[in-house]
């Protein structure tokens, strides 16, 4: 089974700080995604990878930065965080097969 | 612009109660139609895909069908237990990203 592992399942940070949020997968996938979720907007796109070095914005990359320094591993790098960017953080992978998800990180911004 | 919309927002049953979830979509050049379903607090878990117009896929209770326009999840004899939320997804025109619905949240009581 493939496994998409979010470092944590809940962060609290401050207004300003640069945050960091990490997801690995173990299957070798050379496509990589981060969504946020929101009540009544749904999935929405941030940033994808489909190759290390590589990546493209989604519909909604203000305010987001990525780095995939190495296959397994794609950050969401928040700059300067804000209180519209609390919310359910969702990374993915893709192999040959269906779209694979973490279980998220929920971070609030205070 | 690609398009999914899923209805109803939320729907409640009786155990046992059989009903359909839908969903439509606007997208020239299907590739896919995907459902997952998502429990409170974690990710987006895999349930169907489907590729082309009748065809039909079967999980328990759950049975996916698809149309040129649109997308059933069929739920016969719900046990609570297939409480969650319901989503939807299509890629979009740009390559490998899924572009979501809002879910429908199916609440199943006993």
New interface residues.
Partial sequence: DVK?TQSSRYLVKRTGEKVFLECVQDMDHE?M?W?RQDP????R?IY?S?DVKMK?K?DIPEGYSVSREKKERFSLILESASTNQTSMY?C?S?GGG???????T?LTVT | EDQVTQSPEALRLQEGESSSLNCSYTVSGLRGL?W?RQDP??????LF?LYSAGEEKEKERLKATLTKKESFLHITAPKPEDSATY?C?VPGQ??????????TTLSVSS
């Fill in positions: 998409v496509n995604f969504y009544g907007l749904g999935l796109l994808f489909y493209e989604g969702l993915a893709l269906p779209l694979h998800f973490g279980n998220g929920r | 995907f997952y607090g974690k990710g987006p878990e895999f895909t989503l997804a740009a390559g490998t990203a899924l572009i979501f619905g809002k879910g």
